[in-house]
C-alpha cells in the first residue's frame, strides 16, 4: 500500500483506474467503481453474443452517412433520423457544437460536468456560472434561472439530469427555458448522457421538444447506459438542419468505426437488457436514498439518475478521507472537491449490485456514523 497516499492531491475522474493502481498498488480489476457512473451489468448480452461474427467488417469502411445506425438511433430515441448526427463519443459532438455555435459567452450550472468550460475556453469564449444552491437541494428555480438569461449570452448547457448532483429539470419546465432563450436568441445544449437511467414516467427527456425548437440540440452517449465507454459512440438529436450541415462540414469522416456502429445497431435494440438496467437503477436508487437518509452525519439530495451526491456533516471525516478508506477497500467512489462549487465535503457515487452497494454502505457508515 502506498506510504503517505493519504496526503496525495490527486483527484479521480472515475476513469483513472491506471493511476490508482499505480498510487495504491491495487490491481484495476479488483477496483468497483463507484464513481464512473457505468451501469453495473455490463455490456449488453445481444452485443457480447454477435459482436465476433461481425469482425470482418473492420475490413471495409464504414458508411459515412451511418444510414442505418442513425436509423436505429432514431428508432431507439423516438426521433427521425435526419434529426441524428453520430460522434466519437458524446465528447466528440459537445466539441463540435461547441465549435459550431463558437460561443462568446456560455452559460453554465454550477456544479456540473467541467468539460463544457474546457471546450468553450478553447473557442476563445468565457464561461459564466448559474449556481445551483445547496440551500434549495442543488433544485434549479426555473423563474430565478430565466431572470438570469440576457442578450448577451449566446449558449447554455445544461446536464439533465446533472453531474454531480443527480437533479433533474422536467421537460415541461425544459420548455419554459427554451422560450427564454428564444427571445434572447441563446442556443441551448442540454447533455442527456444520464436521462435514460431516470424513470420514464417522470418525463424528463428533451428530445421530443427537438421537433418544436430549432435552438435546441440534446447530447447522448453509451458509455455510461450501455456500460461501453471503450466503444467511443455518441449521438445528437436536433431539429436544426442548419447546425446539422455545419457538423458535417467540420467532422472528420468515419469517426465511428465499422465495429462501433455494428455494437450500436446491436445493443440499441436489446429491450431485455434495456428493461433490465432500468428495473435495477430504479430499485437501488430508492433503496441506497432511503437508507442514506436515516443517517445523521450525512445530508443525501434525492437522485434522479444512477447515482448520488452526499454531503458529509460531520467534522471527523471528509472526501479526502472516505477516498482513501473506500479503495483501500477496493471501492472507487468520487471525492467532489473539484467541482465548482462543492468541497470536500462532498462525495458521489453510482449504484452498483445491491451486495456491493451494501458493502459500500456498510463501511461508509462504519466511519460516518460510528460513535466519536
Ligand atoms: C455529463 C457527461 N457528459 C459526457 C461525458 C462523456 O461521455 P462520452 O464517453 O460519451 O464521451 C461524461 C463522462 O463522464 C459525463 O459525465
Known sequence: MAKGALRHKDHFHGSDLELIEEIYHIRKEDITSFSANINPLGVSGNLKASISE?????????????????????????????????????????????????????????????????????????????????????????????????????????????NPTSTAISRREMRTILDACLEHGIFVMVDETYVEFTDPEEKISSVPLTNDYTNLAVLRGTSKFFAAPGLRLGYAITGNADLIRQIHTLQNPWTISSLAEIAGRLMFRDTAYIQETRE?????????????????????????????????????????????????????????????????????????????????????????????
Request: with cysteine; net charge neutral.
Open 280 to 372: 435495477l437503477i430504479k430499485s437501488e436508487r430508492a433503496r441506497v436514498y432511503n437508507i442514506l437518509k436515516t443517517w445523521k452525519n450525512v445530508k443525501v439530495y434525492e437522485p434522479k439518475a444512477n447515482f448520488i451526491l452526499v454531503r458529509i456533516l460531520t467534522e471527523k471525516t471528509d472526501a479526502d478521507e472516505l477516498f482513501d478508506l473506500c479503495i483501500r477497500s477496493g471501492m472507487m467512489i468520487r471525492n467532489c472537491s473539484t467541482f465548482p462549487f462543492l468541497s470536500s465535503k462532498y462525495i458521489r457515487f453510482c449504484f452498483m449490485s445491491p451486495e456491493d452497494n451494501n458493502r459500500l454502505l456498510a463501511l461508509l457508515e462504519s466511519r460516518l456514523e460510528s460513535a466519536e
Open 54 to 162: 461481425h469482425i470482418d467488417a473492420i475490413q471495409t469502411y464504414p458508411d459515412r452517412d451511418y444510414r442505418q445506425l442513425r436509423q436505429v438511433i432514431a428508432d431507439y430515441a423516438g426521433t427521425r433520423p435526419d434529426n441524428v448526427i453520430v460522434g466519437n463519443g458524446s465528447t466528440e459532438l459537445i466539441s463540435l457544437i461547441i465549435q459550431t455555435c463558437s460561443p462568446k459567452k456560455a452559460l453554465i450550472l454550477g456544479p456540473s460536468y467541467s468539460e463544457y468550460e474546457r471546450e468553450v475556453s478553447l473557442k476563445g469564449g468565457s464561461t459564466i456560472y448559474y449556481r445551483l444552491k445547496e440551500e434549495k437541494d442543488f433544485q434549479m428555480d426555473i423563474a430565478d434561472f430565466c431572470a438570469h438569461l440576457n442578450d448577451n449570452l449566446d449558449l447554455l448547457v445544461l446536464c439533465n439530469p446533472n
